[in-house]
Nanobody, 111 residues
Framework: EVQLVESGGGLVQPGGSLRLSCEAS????????MTWVRQAPGKGLEWVSI???????TYLDSVKGRFTISRDNAKNTLYLQMNNLKPEDAGVYYC?????WGQGTQVAVSS
């Protein structure tokens, strides 16, 4: 059974940083591209970033240069380093291999 557990969310001021983690189990983590998506209050899911098995990364234009996706295959863990956070980055962040997603971790950006 695929299990994905996100953590690391919280409340930060604009310009602050957070590092999200996603612990994966139930599948061969190193064999899958891993994705981060987010959902702002009252809005639909928005794709944020993906890292393939070879280490290639792609980002939503609005987070380029501020967010960094990475993975540790030895720990079956995916990360999202988020710097210079903006209020529009707020929402619940999910990691996954579609159609499997974790329960999400809440990110709030407010002064």
């Amino acid at each position: 059974e695929v299990q994905l557990v996100e953590s690391g969310g919280g409340l930060v001021q604009p310009g602050g940083s957070l590092r999200l983690s996603c612990e994966a189990s139930g599948f061969t983590f190193s064999s899958y591209a891993m994705t981060w998506v987010r959902q702002a209050p009252g809005k639909g899911l928005e794709w944020v970033s993906i890292m393939n098995t070879g280490g290639t990364t792609t980002y939503l234009d609005s987070v380029k240069g501020r967010f960094t996706i990475s993975r540790d295959n030895a720990k079956n863990t995916l990360y999202l380093q988020m710097n210079n956070l903006k209020p529009e980055d707020a929402g619940v962040y999910y990691c996954g291999i579609p159609p499997h997603w974790g329960q999400g971790t809440q990110v709030a950006v407010s002064s």
